[in-house]
């Protein structure tokens, strides 16, 4: 396998994202993928990257099939083969291409999930990751008006594919948010 560096996909992901939100959701779910990658013995850089490169073509190619764009441009870039089948994965029912393994599942069950996380947190008056708790995600996610755009289906089968639940998968991405809350800008107005 050909690893791509934390370096290089974070200067490809600039080239082709500059919107704000869509650069910390990737650097969000980049978060929570290492620390996942970290609960299963598996490698956190190629985790991560495949974490933060999974929206590569979305701001700049909204007309094109979502993943397609990315695919082709990781290709280009002489991008691994597991990157790209990971980042195809994550959005299966388009694609055609579904989750195997553990990567693929954790990339497919958070992606979804890290919205209604992030949007939780801005609603709250501290505006702060390190004092959310599992039961108001949780609320938040049985709330179908809460966060419209966020695929609840998918959060679902996600969770299911790795043979989880919904308060531990919700648990282990606010651990990953709180130990990385200040370099995510999430720390809000609590004093550390």
Not at 89 to 95: I, L, N
Not at 108 to 134: F, M, N, T
Not at 163 to 174: F, G, K, P
């Amino acid at each position: 396998m050909r690893k791509m560096s934390r370096d290089q996909a974070w200067s490809l992901l600039q080239k082709y994202v500059d919107d704000p939100s869509l650069l910390e959701h990737s650097l969000i779910v980049e978060t929570i993928m290492r620390y996942y990658a970290r609960l299963n013995n598996e490698d956190p850089d190629v985790w991560g990257v495949t974490g933060l490169l999974h929206d590569l073509d979305w701001q700049k190619f909204p007309e094109e099939q979502h993943c397609f764009k990315t695919a082709e441009i990781l290709r280009a870039h002489a991008v691994d083969e597991l990157y790209i089948h990971a980042i195809m994965s994550h959005d299966c029912h388009c694609t055609g291409v579904f989750p195997k393994t553990p990567l693929e599942k954790t990339l497919y069950a958070i992606d979804e999930l890290s919205g209604i996380i992030l949007a939780d947190i801005r609603i709250r008056p501290s505006q702060s990751v390190l004092d959310l708790k599992a039961k108001s995600v949780k609320k938040k996610f049985k709330s179908p008006s809460f966060a419209r755009g966020v695929d609840r289906n998918a959060i679902t089968e996600g969770i299911a594919w790795l043979d989880s639940d919904l308060t531990t998968t919700i648990n282990h991405c606010l651990t990953a948010l709180q130990e990385n809350a200040a370099a995510l800008g999430l720390v809000g107005n609590i004093d550390q």
